[in-house]
């Protein structure tokens, strides 16, 4: 069996790996000159050997094929761990720094406002017998066309718990809360609760950085394995075959394993057209926005904690707290519209943004050492951070996303149980490859 795979990235990683140790004859392909996608950690430029995660970040809990991959590479996660709250430590609003003791005694309820907003998604999420499925919800259509933005409405909340509200969804789901559907959100909620963990879900930072398991599986596989540099320009399929034609040159196939962001698909050129449930999908299927700044100071002048601000940061953290003495490196993670309209600033405006909110917040007067900032929205590559399913999208395009077409496979985060992370990358991953060899994946 002759299976292309297209795109590097964390699916595109999984598949081959394991599509190969199944007895296939791959070739993967990738676009860019380097492998891992949207997991992209640097050290340089920063000073004094700090690890910097400019795309994915996080390892959770309940991220049970990811730690495998750790596990397999023997690569440790930073031991403490984030346990996210919708408060988080700090507020920046109305020009002063409040803590989260001092938010609740400005609004007593605003505990009981988030909540009651979190319960009705857990609501709709008890609904959903298979997080795989959500669009089988009994009553899923009336919850597909809601958007978190109404449900806000609905439950008149506060100015307060409607900036938390906002900032949470930039931040979990990548944009705005008019822009995600209801049912979207409470199968994320489902996922992680059929996953059965008990206690505390924390998430993790990786040592060393994420990169490390990139390089790991590219070691494993060879790195003459990928083919870099090679633009995908059309595919010429029928039931049982395929022809790939890169910028480069030309590759028959059994299969084809897409395992690349549908903004690029969307400049490839399918002979004959893909049918018309699945190009809606692939054109249609909303990608929320993060730009990620870090920016990099002598030393440490500010409290300890994650902070959500009303300013164009919206939320900002300390990215290197895990590793040991050095200048520090703070992460402004902003997502949804804040995020696009930093992405249309050069980078060191960008920058230059987050350094002021800094001094704003904090009273930083020092000027960073260095800053680096990546918007997911300007990689042509990527066309932004990672999936978010608008009103209305999980009905129409969920399962015809999931479906193979022909000979043709979609893989990565955006046909994942586990939307938007890492762990959905693999997920997908293991799945095509389990279908095309026919078995269960076993021993990963």
Request: proline letters at 4%.
């Amino acid at each position: 069996m002759k299976v292309v795979v297209v795109g590097a990235g964390m699916a595109g990683l999984t598949a081959t790996r394991l599509l190969r140790a199944g007895g296939a004859e791959v070739d993967l392909i990738e676009g860019g000159r380097r492998a891992g996608g949207r997991a992209r950690t640097l050290t340089d430029p920063f000073v004094g050997g700090r690890v910097v995660e400019t795309g994915a970040e996080w390892v959770d809990t309940d991220h049970h094929r990811l730690r495998a991959l750790l596990g397999r590479y023997g690569i440790e996660l930073a031991p403490r761990g984030q346990e996210w709250s919708a408060i988080r430590r700090y507020l920046f609003h109305g020009g002063r720094l409040a803590s989260a003791d001092e938010l609740r005694d400005a609004d007593a309820t605003i505990d009981a406002q988030l909540a009651a907003l979190d319960d009705v998604f857990e609501v709709i999420a008890e609904g959903i017998a298979d997080p795989a499925r959500p669009d089988l919800h009994p009553d899923a259509a009336r919850h597909d066309a809601r958007s978190v933005a109404d449900v806000v409405a609905e439950l008149d909340l506060g100015p307060l718990a409607t900036l938390f509200a906002r900032r949470n969804a930039q931040g979990e789901f990548a944009d705005e809360p008019s822009a995600l559907s209801t049912l979207f959100v409470a199968q994320q909620r489902a996922q992680m609760a059929a996953e059965g963990v008990e206690g505390v879900v924390r998430a993790h930072r990786v040592v060393g950085g994420i990169g490390g398991v990139v390089r790991g599986m590219v070691g494993e596989l060879g790195a003459d394995t990928i083919s870099f540099g090679q633009l995908l320009q059309a595919v010429a399929w029928e039931a049982d075959r395929a022809i790939v034609h890169t910028d480069r040159r030309t590759i028959a196939a059994d299969h084809v394993v897409l395992a690349c962001s549908l903004v690029p698909m969307r400049r490839v050129r399918f002979e004959p057209a893909l049918p018309e449930p699945l190009a809606r999908a692939v054109a249609e299927l909303g990608y929320g926005t993060v730009t990620k700044t870090a920016v990099q100071y002598a030393e440490r002048t500010w409290p300890n904690g994650y902070a959500t601000t009303e300013l164009a940061s919206q939320r900002i953290y300390e990215t290197t707290e895990e590793q040991g003495d050095g200048p520090p490196v703070l992460m402004a993670y902003t997502g949804g519209d804040g995020g696009r309209r930093l992405a249309e600033l050069d980078e060191a405006d960008r920058i230059a943004t987050v350094a002021g909110d800094v001094r704003s917040m904090y009273g930083v007067t020092d000027e960073p050492l260095v800053g680096v900032s990546r918007a997911w929205s300007n990689e042509p590559r990527y066309g932004g951070a990672y999936a978010c399913y608008r009103p209305g999208q999980v009905t129409a395009h969920w399962q015809v996303l999931r479906e193979p077409c022909g000979p043709l496979h979609l893989a990565g985060e955006h046909v994942a149980t586990w939307t938007g992370y890492l762990e959905g990358a693999v997920e997908s991953g293991e799945r095509v490859a389990a279908r095309l060899l026919g078995r269960a994946v076993v021993g990963h």
